[in-house]
């Protein structure tokens, strides 16, 4: 087969569906990386124009257009889109788009969750932009703290749309972490052992870990506090047993990690970039990796810092400043790896370094207020003014969009494959760099004289008019500069003359291919033996286009799109996967995940189960249309080696993903039983008037049926495995997960007074939450058992029977964790 | 998978104690453990004490193992990280939980 033939095979088969159509059932991650990047830039700018608005009231003291309430929805909304609809979205449609290319494979794991990921986003953003249309936004700050966020004191629908939109759009980061990391742990080119994964991918890999462990104590806030909104339940409230607190600590449990989930992707452009502006390897490629594990897990000890003026005691205070300061250090250690590669390099300054030198300068200082505020008497003077405004807006502007700016130009012709041709980057970068110095630097300013940040207007005598007229001028400066920007990009994307391949002369694999890249990547998969494989061999896109390399040769029938995966340490191939194809599965199943959202903010619940039904029936079409009738022999990959189909191993993608997800999942859970212990350890009217009535007989039940769901299924499994029928286990398992669901049923209606007291509200979600998933693990054993009767060959595809193990086991532990929360009070007395 | 817990193994414990010496230290000021006396020392130091060091050891033993030939891995990239990670837990555990032994608590 020549390489003009396999081109047309390659494309007819990874193609999207020509037309607007193609929008609507694209599952190519080229697509959706693309559409992502779009969608948040279109955010970026709706929230920059927010921006201005707040920067036009706060101009002078009589420039004020907004009532405060009004106002107050403002800049609520510039702080939430910026955070959730912009910051991290771009994270995800860069991650989307490049991973894949710079792993040397076809597509992510998991190419139906990264559409269904996008269009939660897409209609959850569109949620919070129609209440703003509206004039019903959210209004309580971006951190929405209670109790001004409760029902008492904000009664209106504007909360509501932050607590749920959020969080519909956090399954599409939830989605987009599971993706991500079982993506660059599994699916990379053979060879590609860790130390030789690109730096991008192990920034990527970190911030993933961490959304997928941040992000789950916000949910369950969101969650606590629309339950207690919607239904009484008072997990925030002081006189009912709740402690406002639990949301601060939950909140900023999330929070902290997050502003290092939105820095570490753009140092990971920085580490990428860097050394191709300075001709030149990154320096201390080991101590990078290091420095970035390090400063994530440091991340998640630093959160009461953002709460210390709440009165909590001396060594609270200590703990979390000692550790405030701490993560200074391995941020130090990238920066210095960086100069050190500008020291080793020869730089030149395209416009991607112009704005990478932006951010060394603005990130610096950002990183430096930041060991101010970690300090906790100047905290205490700085809290809540328009000082720690400046500061967070210096390392996420710095830290963030700079970076971000230079991946957009650096990666641009790769984007489009044309080359520049108006130089208006040049010029916006100085606006934009001079705008935002004017803007912010008189923020610290102001913020130091005493202006409270999220204030709607001030009087002329407390004199800061001339300050924030300066400020106000910065940011119009700086707006023109993004808008210039902007002119740049769809300008080049529409004229622009064709470019040349790898204009930067980079040596990562996103360049070895044609641009803009074909839906397949590449031809024939790399043997990777270096991390830029680019530069020790400038001949591999030619060889790899021939088809020199691994899958070169098309499937003879049908269209399956068709990968390799690699063991996780070495990079030595591990089985082959096939891809399910262009489906409309993922925009359905996400309008209708959106409609059960929809009908709890318009507290329509009649729809609720209906759409919860509609969820179940497509999750359940999703996974079995991949099931198979006939065996799938060994497939060869070329250069003489077969390997296993993904459907016939323990530890299939789909287990990965399980394991990831439920990472995620444990945190949640983990979160729930912190709130539990604090509230007991800390709120106002603990212990409870009543304690739950303990029940032997209710205990041994549940455990007996959590034994038996967790014995059952691994006899399953090994039935299955020596050809005997695992029906009857099957049936077994069934019965264990039925047993759980009831004795959760039985505790949810034994809770006591859930509205009266956050205890019995607190043992109401815990009962919840394991009925959902004894729920689920019922279902996915039902599924087996559909599977069994419907004679697919279970024998050889064995990978469905471990993802169900893993969901009953975990049902299983969460459950006995429940049942000792709910009934040990009680039996110790 | 080992090589990956090799590299996560000393910051998940750093977590770990981090959070449940913070968690002790809201279970001695929230249950009025602070009046309870042991000799002529108030109980909360030496509990405080005794959990800081027991961090501190963990910490070490981690670190060893991540430099024995038992335990280290076969890849030389993965015995670096590791180690770093390893000298980055026992680092923090020091600094983070150091106000455990020397601050006032409960005021």
Known sequence: MNTLERHRKLSAIWASERGLKGWFSTVNHTDLGRMFLVTAFFFFLVGGILAMLIRAQLATP????????????????????????????????????????????????????????????????????????????????????????????????????????????????????????????????????????????????????????????????????????????????????????????????????????????????????????????????????????????????????????????????????????????????????????????????????????????????????????????????????????????????????????????????????????????????????????????????????????????????????????????????????????????????????????????????????????????????????????????????????????????????????????????????????????????PIILAAVTGLFFLSLLLKTYWVTPLAVTGVAILGWLWVWSRGHKKDMPPQPIGRGIKLANSSTVDRSPGWWGSAFLLTADATFFGSLLFGFAFLWTVAPGWPPPALFEPSALEFATGLAGMGISAISIRRAIGANRVGDKPGAWLVMALAGTGLVAVICITLMLRAPAPPGHAYGATLLVLGGYGLFHAALATMMILFLMARVRGKFAMTACRAEFSVVKLWVDYAAVTGVLILMAAHLPGALG | MKDLLRILIAPLIWFVAFSSIYGLHGLICGHGLQAIQIGSLSLPRPLLVAAYLLAIGVQMVVLGALYSAQFRSRSGFVRFVSRATGWTGLVATIWSLLPAATTSYCV
């Open chain 1, 62 to 585: 009589h420039s004020a257009f907004a009532g405060p309430d009004i106002y107050n929805q403002i800049f609520t909304m510039h702080g939430t889109i910026m955070m959730f609809l912009f910051a991290i979205p771009t994270f995800e449609g860069l991650a989307v788009y490049l991973l894949p290319k710079l792993l040397g494979t076809r597509d992510l794991a998991f190419p139906r969750l990264t559409a269904y990921g996008y269009w939660c986003y897409v209609f959850g953003g569109t949620m919070l932009l129609v209440s703003m249309l509206f004039g019903i936004a959210p209004d309580g700050g971006w951190f929405m703290y209670p109790p001004l966020t409760g029902a008492i004191h904000s009664p209106g629908i504007n909360t509501d749309f932050w607590l749920i939109g959020i969080t519909f759009v956090e399954i599409s980061a939830i989605a987009a972490a599971v993706e991500i990391t079982v993506s660059i742990l599994k699916f990379r080119a053979p060879g590609m052992s860790l130390d030789k994964m690109p730096i991008f991918a192990w920034y990527a890999l970190v911030t993933a870990l961490m959304i997928l462990t941040g992000f789950p104590p916000l949910i369950l806030g969101s969650v606590l506090l629309e339950l207690e909104r919607a239904f009484g339940l008072p997990f925030f409230q002081a006189d009912l047993g709740g402690d406002s607190l639990l949301w601060q600590h939950l909140f900023w449990l999330f929070g902290h990690p997050e502003v290092y989930i939105i820095f570490l992707p753009a140092a990971g452009i920085i580490s990428t970039i860097l050394p191709v502006m300075c001709r030149t390897s990154l320096l201390g490629y080991g101590w990078i990796v290091a420095a970035t594990l390090g400063l994530a897990f440091l991340s998640f000890g630093l959160w009461v810092h953002h709460m210390f003026t709440t009165g909590i005691p001396h060594m609270g205070l200590a703990f979390f400043s000692a550790a405030s300061t701490l993560v200074a250090v391995p941020t130090s250690v990238q920066i210095f790896a960086w100069i050190g590669t500008i020291w080793k390099g020869r730089p030149e300054l395209h416009l991607p370094m112009l704005h990478i030198l932006g951010f060394f300068l603005t990130f610096v200082i950002g990183g430096l207020t930041g060991v101010m505020v970690a300090v906790v008497p100047f905290d205490w003077q700085a809290h809540d003014t328009a000082f720690i405004t400046a500061h967070l807006h210096y390392v996420l502007f710095g830290g963030f969009v700079f970076p971000v700016f230079a991946g957009i130009y650096y990666w641009l012709p790769h984007f489009t494959g044309r080359k520049r041709f108006f130089r208006l980057g040049e010029v916006a970068f100085a606006l934009i760099f001079i705008g935002f110095h004017i803007t912010f630097l008189a923020m610290h300013w102001v913020g130091l004289l005493g202006q409270r940040r999220r204030i709607s207007t001030y009087q002329p005598e407390d004199g800061w008019t001339m300050i924030n007229l300066i400020s106000s001028i910065g940011g119009f400066i700086l707006a023109i500069g993004i808008a210039i920007v902007l002119v740049e990009i769809i300008l080049h994307a529409m004229t622009a003359n064709r470019g040349k391949r790898n204009p930067w002369k980079a040596g990562t694999l996103e360049w070895a291919m044609v641009t803009p890249p074909p839906a397949y990547n590449f031809a024939s998969l790399p043997h990777v033996t270096s991390r830029e494989p680019l530069a020790d061999d400038p001949g591999l896109p030619a060889r790899l286009a021939r088809g020199d390399g691994y899958l070169a040769d098309p499937p003879t029938e049908g269209s399956r799109r068709e990968t390799l995966t690699v063991d996780i340490s070495t990079g030595r191939p591990d089985y082959h996967v096939a891809y399910p194809g262009n489906s409309r599965l």
